[in-house]
């Protein structure tokens, strides 16, 4: 059996339809594991089930708002009819730009209910199941989490709130064989991040991706297969040592800054 291996596992992976998401779900795929991807966006779930389906890997698409309780606990009601669900992948969340000032009351209730809320959902979702037979949960919080960034308000306060709940699960699930870790990115180049300078920055898309590149001390933005990478450590057998840690990601962001 290979490093890194998850053949025989069942993973859940939230917002596994592009970005760091749908590399994370192809990654699990690739080292044998049973994706099931849970996206508001369906065709985007789907496409990445055709390219992992392609390469002779197994997943399947299921539409799902995380900030719903209802439909993430009928989605997972789904899965563990004919599966055990070894591993959960908390990685949908949305962004936000603003300060405190800038930000209004319902931005502060939109990033609350899917970066907070719907992590809670998943996890509650899971966890009963988990406590069955252990399993991984793997949160995908921000360097915002620990460190302040400018214009990031809302964002932040989000993410540090899934710092925080990492902790407190890996604390109270540890005699279930439960391990909860979180993984802290800085800027990673997605669709998202093009889609972000093209709206913001229209005409000098070039330069601004050049001066975000740059806010990394490394030079360069993450790429998502980087960050499936440490996620794909964190939820096989070899990080079996390992719980309730937060594992930045960042070109040296957090460090090497100021």
């Known amino acids: 059996m290979s490093l890194f291996s998850l053949k025989g596992k069942t993973a859940v992976i939230t917002g596994g339809g592009s970005g760091i998401g749908g590399a994370i779900s192809k990654t699990f795929a690739d080292q044998g594991a049973t994706v099931h991807i849970l996206e508001l966006n369906l065709e985007r ?3 990445i089930v055709d390219e992992i389906k392609s390469t002779g890997g197994r997943a ?3 539409q799902c708002d995380v900030s719903s309780q209802q439909e993430v606990q009928g989605v997972i009601k789904t899965i563990t009819e004919s599966a055990k669900i070894h591993i959960l992948v908390n990685n949908a969340g949305i962004a936000h730009v603003g300060n405190v000032e800038s ?3 319902a931005d502060m209730d939109r990033l609350y209910q899917v970066n907070i809320k719907g992590v809670y ?3 509650r979702a899971c966890i009963t199941t988990m406590k069955e037979h252990g399993g991984i949960i793997l949160n995908m ?3 915002a989490s620990t460190v302040g960034i400018s214009d990031r308000f809302a964002y932040a306060m989000s993410k540090g709130a899934v710092l925080t709940m990492t902790y407190s699960v890996a604390k109270d699930y540890l005699d279930y064989g439960i391990r909860c870790n979180s993984i802290s990115p800085a800027r990673v ?3 998202f991040v093009d889609g972000f300078i093209k709206k913001t920055y229209p005409g000098k898309e070039e330069k601004m991706f050049e001066r975000l590149s740059k806010t990394q001390p490394i030079g360069r933005m993450g790429k ?3 960050v499936a990478h440490l996620a794909l450590y964190l939820c096989s057998d070899e990080a079996s040592f390992i719980t309730g840690t937060d594992f930045p990601i960042d070109g040296g962001f957090i460090k090497l800054n100021g």
């Open 121 to 123: 959902n998943c996890i």
């Open 60 to 62: 399947m698409a299921h």
């Open 103 to 105: 930000t209004e009351e």
């Open 45 to 47: 779930a789907l496409s």
């Open 224 to 226: 998502p297969e980087e």
């Open 141 to 143: 919080a921000s360097i």
């Open 189 to 191: 180049h997605t669709p």
